[in-house]
């Protein structure tokens, strides 16, 4: 899956994005039905964009477009949980200004969709200067996290 995509898969199959660095990586889980969607969230708000089609590729929006698309599958709302990952600070800044913080805003956004709409978010591993590779697994709900020079490790 690529970046500004989201997927829907059921057990045995698996969801996956590489290449996580500021952008978020965000699974909402339906551990009941072994459902689950994943979302490559590259900004924080489709509210600045020139051109906000995409709605898998800002954070107000693909959690909106997952929760309708795992309704369509037989999802129940009311057992959904989320994890996420990434949000990492890529690249060093001079200033205080949180404009280039993209990967701090883009784990706000998120947690604040997630907060608004009552989903619970159970795991995270976000932050850091280091980019990331997920792999969503619905028959057990765990994130494995792929990491250059910090391992891997599953949430």
Do not use: W
Request: net charge positive; hydrophobic share 40%.
């Amino acid at each position: 899956m690529g970046m500004a995509d989201m997927k829907i898969a059921q057990s045995p199959d698996k969801l996956m994005t590489p290449g996580l660095g500021s952008c978020i990586g965000i699974c909402l889980y339906d551990p009941g039905k072994k459902l689950a969607s994943m979302a490559h969230i590259m900004l924080p708000s489709s509210l600045q964009a020139k051109n906000a089609v995409n709605r898998a590729k800002f954070a107000d929006t693909a959690i909106e477009l997952a929760l309708e698309e795992l309704d369509k599958t037989g999802a129940a709302r009311s057992r959904l949980v989320a994890k996420i990952a990434g949000g990492a600070q890529m690249f060093k800044f001079s200033g205080d200004s949180d404009i280039m913080k993209i990967g701090f805003r883009n784990s706000a956004a998120v947690e604040e969709q997630l907060n608004r709409l009552r989903i619970r978010l159970v795991a995270n591993d976000t932050g850091g200067n280091y980019g990331r590779t997920i792999t969503f697994d619905p028959e057990n709900g765990e994130l494995l996290i792929k990491t250059i020079g910090y391992g891997e490790r599953i949430i």
